[in-house]
């Protein structure tokens, strides 16, 4: 009885040192596995070559995208900068100051944390019915040019609009007298816009 408990003490030992040396072998394994893994992705950097080969094919894809949202009249342009026609630029909150495209309607629209303006929110609101519609395709540089008039109740607006595959966007809007006004900014999808309108300018 006595032999068969220090037998079995003895087979208790060894199945811990086996597990305990498993378990080092383990540790040593997922070791070198890990520093393996990491200096593999190390030599996946890519190359200058292959960093231009991806920017080629995003803005080729973000082409196509823009292609949609321009036909299918669905977008605003948040302006981040706004500029006269004597070239006096300032920056400006985008979510109110916008040209949002919404189907057959239209809306101008610029404002201020600083004033309650014509509109309540620091400027002036115009929305109307859209009426010629003219796109132009740029496949060189990947760009697109629009052409659109709005007639809001406040006047007739003509807007010429450049739009680049890095969803840069820049919109002149000219009316019946001598200025313009320049909105700078970036195209977002009308589901995914903060804009927030203010009253229509009467």
């Not at 080092?24 to 393996?36: A, H, K, Q, R, T």
């Amino acid at each position: 009885m006595v032999y068969n408990l220090h037998y079995l003490q003895g087979l208790k030992l060894e199945v811990m040192k086996t597990m305990i040396m498993n378990k080092v072998s383990l540790f040593w394994i997922l070791g070198f596995f890990l520093i393996s893994f990491n200096s593999n992705s190390q030599n996946i950097k890519l190359s200058r070559q292959d960093r231009k080969e991806v920017r080629k094919a995003q803005m080729a894809a973000n082409f196509n995208i823009l292609d949609s949202l321009l036909n299918e009249k669905s977008f605003v342009l948040e302006a981040d900068y706004l500029q006269n026609g004597y070239g006096f630029r300032i920056p400006v909150v985008s979510n109110l100051n916008f040209v949002e495209v919404d189907d057959l309607r239209g809306i101008l629209q610029t404002g201020s944390d600083f004033r309650m303006g014509y509109n309540g929110v620091g400027g002036v609101t115009a929305e109307g019915i859209i009426g010629k519609w003219e796109v132009n395709k740029n496949f060189k540089s990947l760009s697109y040019t629009l052409q659109f008039s709005l007639l809001t109740n406040i006047g007739h607006y003509d807007i010429f609009m450049t739009v680049s595959s890095d969803n840069h966007a820049i919109a002149t809007i000219t009316g019946l007298g001598p200025g313009r006004l320049t909105w700078e900014g970036h195209l977002e999808t009308i589901n995914n816009s903060r804009v927030f309108k203010g009253q229509n300018t009467i």
